[in-house]
């Protein structure tokens, strides 16, 4: 089952600029986890944000988190063009399992 | 220290066949996972190994599909009689104790055609 929804599926923006994705789930978590794709290092885990925080920064990231409206979002200020990957949500939907989103794709133009 | 290792990298089989795919996860990460990706969609969840119990079997399509896990190391992940829809990217995870807070750590995955 999907439980994470990426939003938008596709981004494509100019080098130096700030990206931002959102995340939307259907029901209560404890966690939620972002992650990026690249054809170069694969899948890698970005940034943990538990139920009750609402920010949290690494970096040049930025995920907010918003229970009652069930979303988060993913912010990369002054992005790079390293920063071009897919970007997934994943969600814990039970003790053990990761629900993960359908991702956004990320092109960084330079 | 090594990663996540997964193998074949890349598999080409015909219809019918069956194959086999490994996973060797880090070293003292006691939760393991199978998931499958087909080309620009998420992760969908397989399998999910604590040591070499698997508590969730639900996530496999078909019983065309087994896994397993020995010496809670090395996991295999088995497809028979594999058919078209079987193609698509199978990746490996592990993580420390599989509590879902814990960061997954992903191998490279393995890219399964069937022709």
């Known amino acids: 089952s999907q439980q994470g929804e990426e939003d938008p599926q596709a981004l494509s923006i100019q080098e130096g600029e700030n990206a931002t994705m959102n995340c939307s789930y259907k029901?209560?978590?404890?966690?939620l986890q972002w992650y990026r794709q690249n054809s170069g290092r694969g899948l890698v885990h970005l940034i943990l944000?538990?139920?009750n925080e609402r920010e949290k920064h690494s970096g040049r990231l930025r995920v907010t988190l918003d229970t009652s409206k069930k979303s988060s979002s993913l912010l990369i200020t002054a992005s790079r063009a390293a920063d071009t990957a897919s970007y997934f949500c994943?969600?814990?939907?039970?003790?053990?399992?990761?629900?993960w989103g359908a991702g956004t794709k990320l092109i960084i133009k330079p | 220290g090594a990663g996540v290792s997964q193998s074949p990298s890349n598999k080409v089989t015909e219809k019918g066949k069956d194959v086999e795919l490994r996973c060797d996860p880090i070293?003292?990460?006691?939760?393991l996972y199978w998931y499958r990706q087909s080309l620009g969609q998420g992760l969908e969840f397989l399998i999910y190994?604590?040591?070499?119990?698997?508590?969730?079997k639900s996530g496999l399509p078909s019983d065309r599909f087994s896994a397993e896990r020995t010496g809670g190391s090395v996991s295999t992940l088995t497809i028979q009689r594999t058919q078209q829809e079987d193609s698509a990217v199978y990746l490996c995870?592990?993580?420390?104790?599989?509590?879902?807070?814990?960061?997954?750590?992903f191998g490279p995955g393995t890219r399964l055609t069937v022709l």
């Open positions: 995870a592990s993580s420390f104790n599989g509590l879902p807070y814990n960061e997954q750590f």
């Open positions: 070293s003292g990460h006691t939760a």
């Open positions: 190994f604590q040591g070499n119990s698997a508590p969730d």
């Open positions: 029901t209560s978590i404890n966690n």
């Open positions: 944000i538990r139920s």
């Open positions: 994943a969600t814990d939907e039970s003790n053990y399992q990761l629900i």
